[in-house]
């Protein structure tokens, strides 16, 4: 594409070093992302507001207002005084658009100078929560989707604990005839993750079913699946279970919704709650099975897979009564006028459709729709995400899902059975206890993590929590060593307490960033597809590492815990160079990390999210002073 195709952008950004208007200024050359698109004309206060859907940064920084010289003219230098800043009550949050004057004048629009008044990510935070109450109806509403959605993830955190305490059962063990590592139980574990990448590709369909069809569709299989294991007669009917179980739960994955419908100012704190019910799951599941150990009969492993179809149930009763349809799948839809009822009724404390930050969503997801260079494509189509425009996002992706899948948390959920076995602890009860402990811990840190995500950067989240569980993985390899070499229960003790630390660190640093960060790296029209490869990732991933550490664990046993050192120590390298800054940023200034020709999207990433900082710490100084 050529650059007189695309236009040129020229933003200035406030650097700021002290509180007086003494402040230098630093050009950036901002490409316009989008080939020029329709224009318009819209009646704005009796004036006529020429409307071109360009990706223009300067005005995400509060640079206005710019004359339209400057805006085009790239061998312009910055001023050496800042631009006068447009009065925030004179500012009218229609977003306004720039064109050269041959195209103004074919429009029959007349324009000299031009004010970009993009509102900030800051302001719509600011907006979002003046607009929105939990003390209120809506908030009633949002614990009652958010109910639905929780007990979506806690079905899957049944799972978790069904597969990680069944495996304790000697029982179940007996019945099918295999030990609790090896081939045949790692081939139950990777079954659902196959049958997790076979699912993944349907989930596309939320394009077409909507968010609400596609959950019900995958809680419904998750059901069958329950009972084909709960009564299964023999492995190879267990193991078609797992399957349907896998396919079923890739279509139950419900991050993208909740990001969808939670204002936006609370929107990472109910991703992160959300999150927190796969442990509520977990953790019912495994008091549960502690529970079923009385039972002396086959019933006490059978009822554990009855029970995997209880969240499932209440999720199919409810989702059509308390959950609304996601309003950007709405919009895509051509149903703007329910898009903006939805948003009214869930993001405002008012309910009214004619309220400004209705109006600043809607305008969010018209521009994400219409603006993408990738653009819709069929529902099967995956094409786009090889093209050159979105290859770099399909990278992060993968190295993100293989990331969440080998950081280590797979072996304290698959196969804390047999990596206890290596320290001395061998009894089932003991066994379930300590996976409950570890589970219990997880989730009380995975709420602390919800509610510290908006306080720092994606980027910091995800070195602290590498470096943090590195240092703990290190410490449960050296005591399981010492426990090697002694057979001393000091030792087994700290293991355990080691694996509790890790618990910890990955709860407060990362778990939270799991359902949020892969969907903030996609756009709009590449959401429901891009999640679906995401969870196809994940499921590679996933398999590879779950019959890779079955098998690994019965053969070298507690030295399996030096392979996720190794690779964490590679990741904090990859993660340094892969993983692009997405804190507190739009879907358009993600858009420009991305698309922007000739630079590097994580070092482009952390500019603006300086930049955009040292804005804000200037505002506050400005503020300040002013008083």
Not at 140 to 147: A, K, R
Not at 516 to 523: A, F, I, K, M, R
Request: proline share 3%; hydrophobic share 50%; with cysteine.
């Amino acid at each position: 594409m050529d650059k007189d195709d695309i236009g040129f952008g020229l933003a200035r950004l406030q650097q700021a070093s002290h509180v007086s208007h003494m402040a230098s200024w630093k050009a950036v050359k901002v490409w316009a992302l989008h080939p020029p698109s329709r224009l318009e004309t819209q009646a704005s206060g009796g004036h006529s507001v020429l409307h071109r859907r360009v990706g223009l940064l300067a005005h995400q920084l509060g640079v206005f207002p710019l004359s339209r010289s400057s805006l085009f003219d790239k061998t312009a230098r910055p001023s050496s005084s800042p631009p006068t800043m447009a009065p925030r009550e004179e500012v009218d949050h229609t977003v306004i658009y720039h064109d050269d004057v041959a195209e103004a004048n074919k429009m029959g629009v007349d324009v000299d100078e031009v004010a970009a008044t993009r509102i900030s990510e800051a302001d719509m935070m600011r907006k979002s929560a003046e607009a929105f109450s939990m003390r209120s109806r809506s908030g009633l509403l949002v614990i009652g989707y958010m109910f639905v959605m929780g007990c979506n993830q806690a079905g899957y955190g049944v799972d978790w604990g069904v597969i990680s305490g069944i495996n304790s059962n000697d029982r179940w063990h007996d019945y099918y005839g295999f030990p609790n590592s090896g081939v045949i139980i790692s081939t139950i574990n990777a079954l659902m993750q196959i049958g997790g990448f076979l699912g993944a590709p349907f989930l596309s369909c939320a394009d077409v079913l909507g968010r609400r069809g596609v959950n019900f569709l995958g809680n419904f299989l998750v059901i069958i699946a329950a009972i084909m294991q709960a009564l299964a007669p023999n492995l190879a009917c267990l193991m078609v279970g797992r399957l349907v179980l896998g396919f079923g739960t890739a279509l139950c994955t419900a991050p993208q919704y909740v990001a969808e419908i939670a204002p936006i100012h609370l929107r990472g704190r109910i991703v992160g709650i959300f999150g927190a019910f796969f442990q509520v799951g977990s953790i019912m599941m495994l008091g549960i099975m502690m529970g079923l150990t009385k039972f002396d009969s086959d019933w006490q492993w059978r009822l554990a897979f009855f029970i995997q179809a209880i969240f499932p149930i209440t999720v199919c009763i409810f989702i059509y009564i308390l959950c609304p349809e996601s309003p950007r799948f709405l919009y895509m839809r051509g149903k703007k006028d329910e898009a903006r009822r939805v948003i009214a009724r869930y993001m405002t404390t008012s309910n009214d459709i004619n309220h400004e930050i209705v109006d600043l969503m809607i305008l969010q997801i018209e521009e994400s729709i219409e603006t993408t260079k990738a653009g819709f494509r069929a529902t099967w189509d995956f094409r786009v995400f090889f093209t050159r425009a979105v290859w770099f996002r399909t990278f992060v992706l993968a190295v993100y899902a293989v990331f969440q899948q080998w950081n280590g948390g797979g072996i304290i959920g698959y196969y804390l059975a047999p990596a206890l076995d290596t320290i001395g602890i061998t009894k089932q009860l003991d066994q379930l206890g300590i996976s409950l402990g570890s589970t219990s811990i997880y989730f009380v840190f995975t709420l602390f993590g919800a509610y510290i995500i908006d306080y720092f950067r994606r980027r910091t989240l995800i070195f602290a929590g590498l470096i943090s569980i590195i240092v703990a993985q290190i410490a449960v390899t050296i005591t399981s060593w010492q426990y090697n070499l002694h057979e001393a229960k000091t030792t087994a003790i700290l293991t355990v307490v080691w694996i509790f630390l890790f618990q910890v660190c990955s709860a407060s640093f990362i778990a939270t960033m799991h359902n949020l960060y892969p969907v903030e790296l996609l756009s709009l029209p590449l959401r429901a597809k891009g999640m679906g490869l995401f969870a196809m990732f994940q499921a590679i991933a996933a398999v590879i590492h779950n019959y890779g550490i079955g098998i690994g664990i019965q053969k070298v046993g507690y030295k399996i815990w030096a392979v996720y050192i190794v690779y964490n120590f590679v990741q904090i390298f990859l993660s340094y160079f892969v993983f692009p800054e997405t804190s507190k940023l739009n879907l358009e200034e993600i858009d420009t990390i991305f698309e922007t020709s000739g630079t590097r999207p994580v070092k482009l990433s952390i500019k603006i999210a300086d930049a955009k900082a040292a804005k804000k710490k200037l505002d506050r100084q400005n503020a300040t002073a002013s008083t």
